[in-house]
Every structure is written in C-alpha cells, then in structure tokens.
C-alpha cells in the first residue's frame, strides 16, 4: 500500500512537475506575447501593415509572426528581425524587455530620433544589433559594461554625429563594428584597438577629422575586413598593417594617404583584395606584395606612384589588376599574359611604353583591357579576344601602330572600343563594324581605311560611332538608318562620297551628325522632323547642294549649325532665324537673295560670307538688293540679250533664208515624241506666235511656250516653205543626235514634228539661256564665279565624253562652243544645236576623212581640223 502511495506520489509529482512546466512556458510566451504587441501598437508606426499578423490569436504564440523568431527547444522569442518593413517611430527599446531576445535588426527602415543610453541600457543581454539604413540621429549612445554578450553592432548608414564614445572600446565579444555612412566627426579612437575580437571594422564614410591611421590596428590580428574609405585619413599607412595576417579585404581608398605604401604590406598573407586608389601614395609598389598568394584584387590608381611594373609583381596570379592615374613607367613584363587569372587590366594614364605583352588574353578571360593615355607603340595584341570575353578595348592616346588583328571582327562580347589617338593603320576587319554588343566605337585620328559595309546594321547596340581624321572613303551606306540608338555620329574628316543617304533623317536619337570635310554631294535631307534631340549638324567642306531644308529651322535642340563650303544655293531660309544657335555658319556657298532680317545683324556677317549674291540693305559689304521690280526687268533685259544672240549664232550657222511658218501643210505631219510626254503638237501649234519667240537664227525661230500644265518647253520652228537642204541636214541630225541620247549634260529633244515643208522640234527649257550670253552679255559674266564656272566646263565635257565614249555608234559635235552650251534654272549646263553633229560609223576606210569639211563656227573649231584646212 505503502509502495503504491508513493508510486502514485511519484507519478503525481511528476506530472505536477509537467504541469508547472508548461505554465512556466505558456507564462514566458505569454510575456512575449504581450510584449510584441504592446510594442506594435505602442511604439511602431506600420503604414503597410506589414505587422497584420500581429493579433491575439487563441494560443498566444508570436513564434510565426513575421520577423518573430523562437528558440525551438525552449518555446522563447530569440530573435526579431524587421528588416525593411517599411516600419517608422522611435527606437522601439521595449523589445529588449523580452529577457530570451538575442538579436535585433530593424534595419533598412524609417526609424527616427536618438539612441538614448537608459533606453538601451535594457538590452544589454543582446547579442547583435542591427539599425543600419534607418534615419538615427545624435550622438552615438554610451554603452554600459554589461554589454558583454554583444557581437554585432551595425548602426551604419544614419546620421549619428560627433565623436566614438570611449565604451566602444570595451566590448569584450563585439566582431563586427560597422559605423560606416554616417556623419561622425571626430576622429577615429585608438582605443578601437583594444576590440581584439573583431573581424569586421567599417567606419568609411565619415567626415572624420584628419588623422593618420592607428598604430593600434594591428593589435586587430582577428580583423578580415577594414574598410577606411573615405575616412580623411592622412599621413603614412601604419607598418603596423602588415600584422593583420587574417585580412582579406583591405580598403583604405578615398583618403589623403602619403608616402610609401609599407613593405610590410608583404605580411597580409590571407589577403585577397587591397584597394588603395584615391591616395596621395608615392614610391614604387613593394616588392613584397609578390609575397601575397591570395591576393586576387590590386588597385592603387589614383596616386603619385612611380617605377615600373616587376617580373614579380606582374607574374602574381591576379584577376584584377589597375594602376591607373600614376606616373608609372617601363615596359610591361610578357609574363603578365600568362596571368590564368586576369579578367581586368586598367594602365590608363601612366607613362608605360613599349610593346604590349604579345599574349595578353590567350591565357585569361579578359574583359577589361585600358592601357589609354600611355606611350605604348607597335600593334594592339591579337589575342586579347581569344577567350571571347572582352568587353572593352580601351587604348586611345599612344602610338599604337599597324592595323587591327583580323580577330577582333569576331569578338563578339566587345561594347566599349576606345583606340583613337594611336597610329592604326589599314583596313577594318569587316566583322568590327557589325558587333552585336558594340555601344561605342572610337577610333577617331588613326590612318584607317575603308569603307562602311552595309552589315554595319547589325550593329544594333550602337550608341557612338566616331571615326573622324582618319582614310575611310565610298559611300555611307543607307544600313546605318537601322542603328536608333545612335546619339553621335562623327564621320568628318574622312574621304567618304556619294550623297548622304536621306534616311539618316529618321535616326530620332540622334544629337550630333558631323560630316564636314569628306566629299559628300546631293542635297541635304530635308524630312528632318523626327531629328528633336539634334543640337549639332556640320557638314561643312562637302558638296552639298540644292536649297538649304527650311525644315532646319524647326529642330527644337539645335545649337551648331555648319553648312559652309559647299556648293548650296537658293536663299537663306528665314526659318533658320527661328534657331537658338551657339554656332551658325553658312559661309563659302552659292546662295542668293535676301539675307532675312533676322540674320542682318552685324556678328553674323561672317556666318554668310562668301556667297556673292546675297545682298541687304543694312549689312556693310553686301550689296544692298535691288527692287523686285527692276530686278525682274533685268532679268528681262538679260533674256533678251541671250535671244538676240541666240538668234545671231543661228544665222550664222544655217546663212539661210527667212521664212514665215504657217502655211496649210500639205501632206500629214510626221510625229516623233522621244521622251514620254503629256502633250502633242496640238497644245503647241496655237502658242507660236510673236510674242512668244525668244529667239532666231540661221534655221529657224525660237519660241517659249508654256503648256497646260505649266510645263515650259522650248519650240524651234524650221524656215521654208521650200525645204533647202542645209535645213533639211540639220532637221535629220538633230532628230538622229539628240533622239536617241539620254544625258543629264545634253539637251533634251522632246518631239519632232515634220510636215512637207516645215519642221518643227521641241525641247526641255532651259531658264538661264546660253553660256556664252552668260558670259559675254550684258553682265560679263558678272553672274558666273569661277566655281561656277568650272562646274559649268566640267558638265559639259561629261556630256562631250558621253557622246564620244558611250554612245555607239559614237557622235561628234562639230560645232561646241559656249553658246551651244545652254544653262537650266540651277546652272547646270546641257550641250545643245546639234545641227553639224556627225554620228560616226568607224568603217575601215572611213574615220578622219569622212571629217574633212570643216564645220561649224570659227574659232571654236578643234586645231586639227585648222591645220588640216590650211594645208
Ligand atoms: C503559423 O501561421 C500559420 C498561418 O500563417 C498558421 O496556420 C499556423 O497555425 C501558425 N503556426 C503556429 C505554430 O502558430
Ligand atoms: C543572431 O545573429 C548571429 C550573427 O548574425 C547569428 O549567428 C545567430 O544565429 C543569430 N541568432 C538568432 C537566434 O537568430
Ligand atoms: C510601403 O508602401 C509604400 C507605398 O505603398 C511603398 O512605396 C514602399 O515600398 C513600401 N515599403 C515596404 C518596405 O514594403
Ligand atoms: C544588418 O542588416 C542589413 C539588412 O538586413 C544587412 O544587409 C546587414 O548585413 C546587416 N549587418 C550586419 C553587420 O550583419
Ligand atoms: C520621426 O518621424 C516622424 C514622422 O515619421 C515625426 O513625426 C517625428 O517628429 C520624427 N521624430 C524625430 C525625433 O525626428
Ligand atoms: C585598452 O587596453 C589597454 C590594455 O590592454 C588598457 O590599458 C586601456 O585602458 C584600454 N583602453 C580603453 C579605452 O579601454
Ligand atoms: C570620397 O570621400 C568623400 C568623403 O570623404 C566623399 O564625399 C566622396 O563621395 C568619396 N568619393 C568617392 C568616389 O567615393
Ligand atoms: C617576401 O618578400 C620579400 C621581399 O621581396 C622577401 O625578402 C621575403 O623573403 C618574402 N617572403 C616572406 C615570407 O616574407
Ligand atoms: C593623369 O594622372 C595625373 C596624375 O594622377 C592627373 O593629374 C591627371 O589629371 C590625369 N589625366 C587624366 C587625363 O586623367
Ligand atoms: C613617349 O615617348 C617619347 C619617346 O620615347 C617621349 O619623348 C615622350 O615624352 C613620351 N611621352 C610620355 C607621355 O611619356
């Protein structure tokens, strides 16, 4: 009985022992519980709500509410981390009440105001506390002693300001100490040094106090990670450093650093990464940093280090490597390429000569290659795209010469091409100009040549492309209108021709085309409307021609505008003067007319110089334009003067007999037409009358005479009611000739009318009459420059070498001389009066003989045919 009592006691006993436990349990979680939510709706402001979970539910357990975490073995709140919540409201200390909270982040969040030191004195049993990334100001809190458990303390990223309290020097567990990005102002404690246990030291980002680095930091022989950028430190890097034989990463960069960097840097063994740039370092890298096999990362741009680059230091196994902005020198060592490592390569500005490691990239993945702004001669390394990783090829400002490895046409990861400035030479490999990745391509100043191939579409990504002074030449292709995202385009200085091609107008990112001084002809697109982000157009030193687009004025952006030195005529489009221009030049062209008031202002008048016929009223040397009115008799008078001459050189040369034209016909007139035409002799016949004429001569007469339509054609009308026969000759040859030729330099015959007696012959009209009027009327040739002028020669010996070479069987002239060499209303000429012309059928024993006549006007008769005649 005794025995079961007791068992039954046990058993009681033991259950009253679960019981209570569970009470104890339910009781904490309880405790917990309360004090979450009293928390929540006490002293956090929630706008997303993203506590909702946070609500008395039957069990009373927070353990899977969010950022709730319970240790599972004692059923005890052990963590919260409310990590961007988007979550605002003073430091919410009273989580600290919760005796079993072990760590707390709020991080990346709105929480405001200062950290109060009795606040925070309640979570002393914390082992890590995260507030980085909220919007914590004031001091920095003292921290009591009983801070003993305390690991991590992240409050970077704040506005905490003033100085490092003395208690963040007696932590005796803390590893990690981050008070980066913060507005801290004093300087940086020696008594940090005494954190023996820390591996983590991230104060960069502070306006501290110039100060030089502590000594005491190598006492920190746990330390992984130091990180000092941007610290205001000064003064020489500590020799202390080289005892941090834990460290791996070692970033001291954006300070104001001086002297050398240490020897004892040698002794980092576990470093990977050391990242001095934007120092004031000076001397030479130590030798010792050779010494450090886990070193992955060298940057020590940005200082004032000089020497050259070590067999030693160049052998190490690095995958970064950048010594840019220094006053580096030497060649760099071949062995560098044998590096299995190296992805990233930046020598820029430093004074490196010599040839590059003819290797580089076989051995690597190279990505990253700039070696600009050195004294680098020879050929850019054909391998650096063998691994077909590189992203960009950086060289511009050496004497980098010979042409570009045929290999670079197939890299394919290439977006950045940077090698202007060098001695390049020869062709493009064909394939580098259609690199899907390409974004820029610089090549500006090199003696490349070349033309663009039409793959150049392919280019898709292309952002710049700047090939200015260098030889590339042929036309630019039409491809290049698919590339919309193209911003610049500076093609200038180059030998490129052919008209630019008029879709270039729909490249609607476009903000720079330069063209100026290739060869470029045609005339200057004028759908320019999707050009709204254009600021810069120069296509100065081309020949460009035609009218200047009045649509240019309408370019919202455009702020450079240089068409000088071409050969554009027509007026200056008072559009133009809607423009807010920085830079406007129109000068060296063949514009006429007016000069809009708007441009009549003195600082532009070397903006349009060197156009001989454009005249104002206010602007010095130009001539001050005459009245439409007389102007438009003068034009009157000057046609007049071309008629009578006209009509001069006719009788001259058909010294025939006038007759009226008009009789009844007497057998059906015979029609020709030699072009396809909208009219018949039956629109012309009732238009040759008297007034109409404009000219007569030897053959015939003259007449102007405006269609329907508007079209204006030109009439001769044969003489005779008896046919002579130097009338008849001229009637045949001219149908014969000029019927069958088809030459933007030659006349063109339109119809032919013959009757039994009378002849009539329509041809296109030509505005400015003949040459020789030009150039011996009235004027004296006062309308013809020299530029002109020559234009004028050279269209009418293309016509000439058209006849002669590729017409077959080919025809002579006989008879050229300026006023057979008429004038349309943009000057250009067409050889006409092809009267005495011979088609010359080279049969043996025919040839010069069947010549011997001579023919056509003294003086003007080729000097074989004198010599031949004299004889
Ligand atoms: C955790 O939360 C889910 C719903 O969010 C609920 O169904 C589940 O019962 C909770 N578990 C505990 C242990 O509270
Ligand atoms: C607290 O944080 C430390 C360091 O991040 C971590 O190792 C530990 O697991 C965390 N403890 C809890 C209970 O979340
Ligand atoms: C909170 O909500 C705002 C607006 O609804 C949103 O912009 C923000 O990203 C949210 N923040 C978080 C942390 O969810
Ligand atoms: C603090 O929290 C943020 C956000 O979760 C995190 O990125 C950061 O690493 C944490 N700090 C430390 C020292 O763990
Ligand atoms: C904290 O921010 C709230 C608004 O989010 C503001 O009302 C309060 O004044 C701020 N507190 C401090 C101390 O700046
Ligand atoms: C740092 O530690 C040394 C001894 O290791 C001690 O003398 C000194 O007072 C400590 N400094 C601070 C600020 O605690
Ligand atoms: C360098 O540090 C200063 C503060 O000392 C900071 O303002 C600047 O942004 C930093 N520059 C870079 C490139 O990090
Ligand atoms: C490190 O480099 C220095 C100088 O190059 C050399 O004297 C030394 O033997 C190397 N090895 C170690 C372990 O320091
Ligand atoms: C080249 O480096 C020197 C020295 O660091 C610096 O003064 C200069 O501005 C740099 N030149 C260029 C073009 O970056
Ligand atoms: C490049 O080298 C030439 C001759 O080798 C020298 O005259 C010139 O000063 C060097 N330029 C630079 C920038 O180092």
């Not at 030509?766 to 269209?795: C, Q, T, V, Y």
Request: proline letters at 5%.
């Amino acid at each position: 009985m005794t025995h079961l009592r007791s068992k039954t006691c046990t058993v009681f006993l033991i259950l009253l022992f679960l019981f209570l436990h569970c009470v104890s349990l339910v009781v904490s979680l309880g405790g917990d519980y309360e004090i979450l939510i009293r928390v929540k709706n006490g002293q956090l402001d929630d706008p997303n709500g993203s506590l909702n979970h946070w609500v008395s539910n039957g069990d009373s357990n927070p353990c899977n509410w969010t950022g709730v975490n319970c240790d599972p073995q004692k059923f005890a709140v052990s963590s919260i981390d409310l990590s961007v919540l988007g979550i605002s409201g003073g430091f919410p200390f009273d989580f600290c009440r919760i005796q079993t909270l072990q760590n707390l982040s709020l991080s990346g969040n709105y929480f405001n105001g200062s950290l109060q030191s009795q606040h925070l004195s309640l979570c002393s049993h914390l082992r890590l506390l995260n507030l980085s990334s909220n919007l914590f100001v004031g001091q920095l809190p003292e921290f009591s002693q009983e801070f003993t458990e305390l690991e991590v303390l992240d409050l970077s990223n704040n506005k905490f300001t003033g100085d490092i309290p003395a208690s963040f020097g007696q932590f005796p567990s803390l590893r990690v100490l981050a008070l980066t990005a913060n507005l801290l102002s004093g300087s940086i404690p020696s008594f940090l040094g005494n954190l023996s246990e820390l591996t983590r030291f991230e104060l960069g980002c502070n306006p501290f106090k110039p100060s030089p680095l502590l000594p005491e930091i190598g006492n920190l022989k746990k330390l992984e990670n130091l990180w000092l950028a941007g610290s205001n430190l000064n003064g020489h890097i500590p020799n202390s450093i080289g005892k941090l034989v834990s460290l791996k990463n070692l970033d001291l960069s954006n300070n104001s650093l001086s002297g050398e960097i240490p020897g004892s840097i040698g002794g980092l063994k576990s470093v990977e990464e050391i990242k001095l740039y934007e120092n004031q370092l000076s001397g030479g890298l130590p030798e010792s940093i050779a010494n450090l096999t886990s070193l992955l990362r060298l940057d020590v741009s940005e200082n004032s280090l000089t020497g050259k680059l070590s067999e030693k230091i160049a052998a190490m196994p690095l995958i970064c490597l950048s010594l840019t902005d220094n006053f580096f020198e030497g060649e760099i060592p071949e062995v560098l390429a044998s590096n299995p490592n190296l992805q990233q390569l930046k020598l820029f500005n430093n004074s490196f000569s010599g040839k590059l490691p003819e290797n580089l990239g076989k051995f690597s993945d190279l990505e990253d290659f700039d070696v600009s702004t050195n004294n680098f001669t020879d050929g850019l390394p054909k391998f650096l795209c063998y691994r077909k990783k590189l992203q960009h090829l950086i060289a511009f400002n050496n004497r980098l010469s010979g042409s570009l490895p045929e290999s670079y046409g197939e890299c394919d990861s290439l977006s950045y091409v940077m090698i202007e400035n060098n001695e390049l030479s020869g062709a493009v490999p064909s394939g580098f100009w259609s690199l899907p990745l390409l974004e820029f391509l610089e090549m500006h100043n090199n003696r490349l040549e070349g033309s663009l191939p039409r793959s150049i579409s392919l280019a898709r990504h292309l952002n710049k492309i700047l090939i200015s002074g260098n030889d590339f030449n042929g036309e630019i292709p039409s491809e290049i209108c698919q590339l919309n995202g193209l911003l610049v385009i500076d093609f200038s200085k180059n030998r490129f021709s052919g008209e630019l091609p008029t879709c270039v107008t729909g490249l609607n990112n476009l903000q720079k085309l330069r063209m100026q001084d290739n060869m470029l002809s045609g005339e200057i697109p004028s759908s320019v409307g999707s050009w709204t982000d254009l600021t810069e157009l120069n296509l100065a030193r081309n020949r460009f021609s035609g009218k200047i687009p009045s649509e240019l004025g309408n370019l919202p952006m455009l702020k450079y505008l240089d068409l000088s030195g071409n050969l554009l005529s027509g007026g200056i489009p008072v559009a133009l003067t809607k423009l807010k221009l920085n830079e406007f030049n129109l000068s060296d062209n063949k514009l006429y007319g007016k000069v809009p008031p708007g441009f009549s202002k003195d600082w532009y008048l070397s903006s349009i110089l060197g156009n001989k016929e454009l005249c104002s009223s206010n602007l010095n040397p130009l001539p001050p334009c005459s009245k439409p009115k007389l102007a438009s008799l003068y034009i009157v008078v000057i046609l007049a003067v071309c008629a009578v001459l006209l009509l001069g050189s006719l009788v001259w040369i058909f010294k025939t007999k006038c007759h009226a034209f008009g009789g009844k016909s007497k057998r059906p007139w015979e029609i020709i037409s030699f072009q396809r035409i909208a009219f018949n002799e039956v629109d012309i016949i009732p238009q040759l009358k008297e007034e109409n004429v404009i000219g007569a001569g030897g053959s015939g007469r003259v007449y102007r005479v405006t269609l329907k339509k508007g079209q204006i054609v030109a009439v001769k009308r044969l003489w005779g009611d008896t046919i002579n026969l130097d009338s008849e000759a001229v009637f045949r040859s001219e149908v014969e000739t000029l019927g069958r030729i088809r030459h933007s330099n030659i006349l063109k015959l339109l119809l032919s009318c013959s009757g039994e007696d009378r002849r009539m012959l329509v041809y296109e009209y030509m505005a400015n009459g003949s040459f020789g009027d030009m150039l011996h009327g009235e004027k004296g040739g006062g309308l013809l420059d020299w530029p002109r002028r020559l234009a004028i020669a050279l269209g009418a010996a293309q016509g000439l070498a058209y006849l002669h070479h590729d017409c077959v069987p080919a025809i002579v002239h006989r008879d050229v001389k300026s006023n057979n060499i008429l004038l349309d209303e943009e000057w250009k000429p067409r050889v006409a009066d092809f009267g005495l012309a011979k088609t010359l059928h080279l049969e043996v024993g025919e040839g010069a003989g069947s010549m011997s006549r001579v023919a056509g006007s003294y003086g003007y008769i080729a000097p074989a045919e004198i010599t031949r005649n004299k004889q």
